[in-house]
């Protein structure tokens, strides 16, 4: 289900990022170019002191949205992300992706897992909480952060 990302990839998942996805989050849906550039940026693996992992999620081999990990603080956090395209939803895509994320993370040896949630994005949340992650106080640009493991 989650494959590695690769450049050729935004061909595909312009399509399953396009509409209002970015409600919560702000912004607007990446054009082709856009997408493209981005992936190249992704593949790198990260700047120093970084690492970023990056998976499409794929259903019966159709991209239905991504799951992403940047690792710090020498592999032992992680911040996450997951997003799956509005025709797709519903389908507990980013529930079993995030939990595949997370166990993944745990087999490397991560040991925080965190993820910023806007505080009215049920599903988002619902998401978290499946993937064993818990809502904190913190809030950081008006997201609140979830987190599984030490502070």
Do not use: C, K
């Not at 599903?123 to 493991?149: I, N, Q």
Request: glycine share 12%; net charge negative.
């Amino acid at each position: 289900m989650l494959v590695p990302l690769t450049v050729a990839d935004a061909d595909e998942m312009v399509g399953v990022l396009a509409g209002d996805l970015y409600a919560f989050t702000g912004g607007t849906a990446p054009t082709l170019d856009e997408l493209r550039t981005r992936y190249a940026r992704q593949v790198t693996g990260g700047p120093p002191g970084q690492q970023w992992h990056n998976w499409i999620i794929r259903v019966a081999g159709e991209a239905v949205g991504y799951v992403q990990a940047t690792i710090t603080h020498e592999g032992r956090r992680a911040e996450i992300a997951w997003v799956v395209g509005e025709r797709q939803q519903g389908h507990g895509y980013a529930t079993e992706a995030a939990r595949a994320l997370v166990a993944w993370l745990d087999e490397h040896g991560v040991t925080t897992v965190e993820a910023h949630i806007h505080p009215d994005h049920a599903a988002s949340a619902a998401v978290a909480r499946r993937a064993g992650l818990t809502p904190t106080g913190r809030f950081d640009d008006g997201e609140r952060l979830w987190r599984r493991g030490p502070a």
